[in-house]
């Protein structure tokens, strides 16, 4: 069976990669674009664009919308596919945990599935699992995330879903001197029970994250570099075969492949 595919956020650095991998997929066909500009220089390829995702849904009848847009726009574009019985694939970043139960409830109700994937890359999935593993036996750990500097969200959400991983083995506790104190704010950067994930934004960059997790006189680095957006491309072509088959809502890759 074919699938039939939307995108959302098609003239993004993701955005252009996803196209170009759906239209090249057989066993895809890209049916709409969802864009909130209509503007010439737009993927076209002659696929339909469109501003109302409920227009786009209507008139292309799109089974998965896979979303590469910005955290503001994400949340109504998985609401409003989910109500018309369009499965999500979702790379945007920048949930809230609110927003995250909103969306479960509605895939319970509506019975469809969604899938949201921090990282669609493989090594970074095994990045964040071996990282879940390691800190079990080393529990004092910091995540350093490096990105390129038009991202608009900090922390990553790949550092923010280690962090989520890392506290289903390692209980909370507040690393560092009990009394230190930060001379400029931010210093020691976010706090997640305790551990801390720093984020850095350079011109350069693509998605990097390394897991530090220290120990008496020892140093575990765990480190995942995407150099190239193709690298996310498999996690895609792959959540949208599985989310076919599914019907709850899936957070993590990993849930699908590991
Ligand atoms: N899960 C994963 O593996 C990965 C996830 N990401 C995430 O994917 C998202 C996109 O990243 P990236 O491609 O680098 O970002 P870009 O800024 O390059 O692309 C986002 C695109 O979405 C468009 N857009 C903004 N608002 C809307 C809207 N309401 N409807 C439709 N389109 C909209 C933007 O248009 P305009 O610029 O004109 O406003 C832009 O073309 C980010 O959240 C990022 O964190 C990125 C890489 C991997
Ligand atoms: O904005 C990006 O580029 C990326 N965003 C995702 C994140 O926030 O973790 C995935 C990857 O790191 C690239």
């Known amino acids: 069976m074919v699938i039939k595919v939307a995108i959302a956020g098609p003239r993004g650095r993701m955005g252009k990669e996803a196209v170009a991998t759906i239209i090249k997929n057989e066993e895809f ?31 292309t009848e799109p089974d998965v ?48 599935g969604c899938l949201i994937a921090p990282n669609f890359s493989i090594g970074a999935v095994l990045m964040m699992k071996f990282a879940q593993t390691a800190a079990k036996y080393l529990p004092d750990v910091e995540i350093i995330e490096m990105h390129h500097d038009r991202k608009v969200d900090a922390p990553s959400g790949t550092a923010i ?14 690393q560092g001197h009990p009394d230190e104190e930060e001379i400029f704010a931010g210093a020691r950067g976010a706090n997640i029970e305790g551990m801390h994930i720093h984020s850095v934004r350079l011109p350069g960059l693509v998605a990097h994250q390394q897991v530090l997790l220290g120990g008496e006189g020892q140093l575990l680095t765990i480190r995942h570099d995407s150099f190239d957006r193709t690298s996310f491309m498999s996690g895609i072509v792959l959540s949208i075969h599985e989310i076919m088959k599914q019907n709850t809502l899936i957070y993590g890759l990993e849930e699908i492949i590991l």
């Open 65 to 112: 919308l896979v979303d590469l847009t910005i955290p503001t726009a994400v949340f109504g574009h998985a609401m409003t596919a989910l109500q018309y019985g369009v499965r999500p694939v979702i790379g945007t970043t920048g949930f809230t945990d609110l927003q995250l139960d909103e969306i479960r409830q509605k895939v319970e109700e509506k019975q469809i």
């Open 161 to 174: 879903k280690t962090a989520q991983m890392i506290q289903d083995t390692r209980n909370p506790f507040e």
């Open 29 to 59: 066909l890209l049916v709409g674009l969802l864009d909130h500009k209509k503007e010439e220089e737009n993927v076209g390829n002659n696929i339909p664009i469109f501003t109302s995702l409920e227009e786009l849904i209507e008139q």
